[in-house]
T-cell receptor, first 115, second 111 residues
Framework: DTAVSQTPKYLVTQMGNDKSIKCEQNLGHDTMYWYKQDSKKFLKIMFSYNNKELIINETVPNRFSPKSPDKAHLNLHINSLELGDSAVYFC??????????????FGEGSRLTVL | GENVEQHPSTLSVQEGDSAVIKCTYSDSASNYFPWYKQELGKRPQLIIDIRSNVGEKKDQRIAVTLNKTAKHFSLHITETQPEDSAVYFCAASSNDYKLSFGAGTTVTVRA
């Protein structure tokens, strides 16, 4: 059983298009995240959610809109894609993100290429 | 917010030698310091972590040390093997739903 699964694994699209990435975790965790990994491998947090509620929005452009229909799912929709959005996007979850922050379990990543 | 700096950015070691990666953090409230390993094309995975009430932790060939006063922590890998080749990330968190990562160290173990 995959603990954190995200789809699709690869996206290739044109500038200006809109795309979505879906993420699901079956670990029963309360907290979910989106991280962006650029070409230099830097892992930067974008959003964190706790029990469906947005906790952290790390100055991400509002073209990026996360949605958490329940605590097991955190989807990412990106409008008007730009070349600089090309990266690997990782979804992750943890038991909690506050006082008992622990291990982050990452999904396999979704490689987005904007042409 | 938290700023984590990591050095070196690349490290090449002979098989069997030790590897040391160092990180510093800026937020004195940070109290959780994990290390992640990312193999090529794979997801980051936790290899060891330490909390601020502990100065050192060891798990087989890997160990982490923490100096809260100086705000730095280090990863030590002994008797390196080819499968240790990967990108290693340090990170820090202060219970604020945000784990901040260092820029990563690419470790290459030469056979």
């Amino acid at each position: 059983d995959t603990a954190v699964s995200q789809t699709p694994k690869y996206l290739v699209t044109q500038m200006g298009n809109d795309k979505s990435i879906k993420c699901e975790q079956n670990l029963g965790h309360d907290t979910m995240y989106w991280y962006k990994q650029d070409s230099k491998k830097f892992l930067k947090i974008m959003f964190s959610y706790n029990n469906k509620e947005l906790i952290i929005n790390e100055t991400v452009p509002n073209r990026f809109s996360p949605k958490s229909p329940d605590k097991a799912h955190l989807n990412l929709h990106i409008n008007s894609l730009e070349l600089g959005d090309s990266a690997v996007y990782f979804c992750a979850s943890s038991i909690s993100g506050g006082a008992n922050t622990g291990e982050l379990f990452f999904g396999e990543g979704s490689r987005l290429t904007v042409l | 917010g938290e700023n984590v700096e990591q050095h070196p950015s690349t490290l090449s070691v002979q098989e069997g030698d030790s590897a040391v990666i160092k990180c510093t953090y800026s937020d004195s409230a940070s109290n959780y310091f994990p290390w992640y390993k990312q193999e090529l094309g794979k997801r980051p995975q936790l290899i060891i972590d330490i909390r601020s009430n502990v100065g050192e932790k060891k798990d087989q060939r890997i160990a982490v040390t923490l100096n809260k006063t100086a705000k730095h922590f280090s990863l030590h890998i002994t008797e390196t093997q080819p499968e240790d080749s990967a990108v290693y990330f340090c990170a820090a968190s202060s219970n604020d739903y945000k784990l901040s990562f260092g820029a990563g160290t690419t470790v290459t173990v030469r056979a």
